[in-house]
């Protein structure tokens, strides 16, 4: 089956702690993205990827870190600098041209106290 | 002024109802569009995409007009699980910066 996975579904941390979330797509996708989400709002950019070894930053990159040394995964690390880490994360992904849709994981849902 | 905006609802029909989404964006560089919907605490998941002559999928309609920088999805027939909230996406194709609205819910009621 061909698909974007993300672990783990709920995660829970301590503030102060670095978390690293997952994401893996077997969907040959060139493209991948993070956004967060809030409750009631809309999806946020934080960073993307066009190609392996290369990201950009989204809207609200500060207090994030990403990597992509494989074209299949692009984690996600949530620093303890970010003020309100608590939030619903999905990753996605594209074939990288525009006219290409994007597809989605099934989320991530952080909760830092 | 946001770059892509929605109707702000929430919407409640009734079952069999017609209702209708719009959504403008304010890039005129704007390359595609696409309607998702977004279930309560789940992800997004891709609808349509919306071309410019129009396009339709069963009980679903996506227009656009790109004079006017518009997007409409229009539902016919409501079913009470088209309840979700629908989301209006434009890619303005550099860096590959796909913009989503803020949604906008509908709840079909029996």
């Known amino acids: 089956d061909g698909g974007i996975t993300q672990s783990p579904k709920y995660l829970f941390r301590k503030e102060g702690q670095n978390v690293t979330l997952s994401c893996e797509q077997n969907l040959n996708h060139d493209a991948m993205y993070w956004y967060r989400q809030d409750p009631g709002q809309g999806l946020r950019l934080i960073y993307y990827s066009q190609i392996v070894n290369d990201f950009q930053k989204g809207d609200i990159a500060e207090g994030y870190s990403v990597s992509r040394e494989k074209k299949e995964s692009f984690p996600l690390t949530v620093t303890s600098a970010q003020k309100n880490p608590t939030a619903f994360y999905l990753c996605a992904s594209s074939m990288g041209d525009t006219a290409y849709e994007q597809y989605f994981g099934p989320g991530t849902r952080l909760t830092v106290t | ?110």
């Not at chain 2, 069999?16 to 989404?21: E, K, P, Q």
């Not at chain 2, 656009?64 to 016919?76: D, F, G, H, V």
């Open chain 2, 1 to 110: 002024r946001k770059e892509v905006e929605q109707d702000p609802g929430p919407f409640n029909v009734p079952e069999g109802a017609t209702v209708a989404f719009n959504c403008t964006y304010s890039n005129s560089a704007s390359q595609s569009f696409f309607w998702y919907r977004q279930d309560c605490r789940k992800e997004p998941k891709l609808l349509m995409s919306v071309y410019s002559s129009g396009n339709e999928d069963g009980r679903f309609t996506a227009q656009l007009n790109r004079a006017s920088q518009y997007i409409s999805l229009l539902i016919r027939d409501s079913k009470l699980n088209d309840s979700a909230t629908y989301l209006c996406v434009v890619n303005y194709g550099y860096g590959q910066n796909f913009v989503f609205g803020p949604g906008t819910r509908l709840s079909v009621l029996p």
